[in-house]
């Protein structure tokens, strides 16, 4: 079945320093892999995605993931954090193939704080 | 451009009062449509999820309901709320296409506190 792990439920980063959030998947086949953002009370935005191609992604906000297949990893990367990246970052994992429903799979979040 | 839209923000019911979500797109075709419910702390979990009109698959045995009387238009509801269904409800779109490469993109919320 298919699973996304974030291990890391909290990090704080100081304003300015670089960032990396963890993401582990377990799927069998080639994944579909999204990075969302959730600011307090609102909904999902896309950060950004893979599907194929190239396994350095970049994202809107200057954030960039890279997907290692040997690894089943997906983190998500920004090299200077601004105050208003504090949010919290979902993980997701996709299936693909006919009749799929593009039904994701989430992981538990990391809630990132940033300190000035 | 596609919108989704989400109403109402919030709400508080007692326990035992029915329920009623709506969630509409705006600016697409047979969309597929999906609820879900972010508990408190921890992450998000398809309730249901929708590939046309009529159409509802259930992922998780539940208190609630979901209907799609519109294309468009995607109904979270329950006869009988629990305390345990408190949440904040995010429904989604995808544009339904072949093969499963799907993005999501998400409303709002509503946020539903059971007193």
């Known amino acids: 079945a298919q699973s996304v792990t974030q291990p890391d439920i909290h990090i704080t980063v100081s304003e300015g320093a670089s960032l990396e959030l963890r993401c582990n998947y377990s799927y069998g086949a080639t994944p579909y892999l999204f990075w969302y953002v959730q600011s307090p009370g609102q909904g999902l935005q896309l950060l950004l995605k893979y599907f194929s191609g190239d396994t350095l992604v970049q994202g809107i906000k200057g954030f960039e993931a890279e997907f290692k297949r040997s690894q089943s990893s997906f983190n998500l990367r920004k090299p200077s954090v601004h105050w208003s990246d504090a949010a919290e970052y979902f993980c997701?994992?996709?299936?693909?193939?006919?009749?799929?429903?593009?039904?994701?799979?989430f992981g538990q979040g990391t809630t990132l704080q940033v300190k000035p | 451009s596609q919108t989704i839209h989400q109403w109402p923000a919030t709400l508080v019911q007692p326990v035992g009062s029915p329920l009623s979500l709506e969630c509409t797109v705006e600016?697409?075709?047979?969309?597929?449509l999906y609820w879900y419910r972010q508990a408190a702390g921890r992450g998000l979990q398809l309730l249901f999820y929708?590939?046309?009109?009529?159409?509802i698959s259930s992922e998780v045995p539940q208190n609630l309901s979901a209907s799609r009387p519109q294309d468009r238009q995607f109904i979270l509801s329950s006869k009988k709320l629990l305390l345990s269904d408190s949440g904040f409800y995010l429904c989604?779109?995808?544009?339904?296409?072949?093969?499963?490469?799907?993005?999501?993109?998400f409303g709002p919320g509503t946020r539903l506190l059971v007193l």
């Open positions: 997701a994992v996709g299936a693909g193939g006919s009749g799929n429903t593009g039904k994701l799979i």
């Open positions: 989604a779109w995808s544009r339904g296409l072949a093969g499963g490469k799907e993005t999501q993109y």
């Open positions: 929708s590939v046309g009109i009529g159409q």
């Open positions: 600016g697409t075709s047979n969309p597929n």
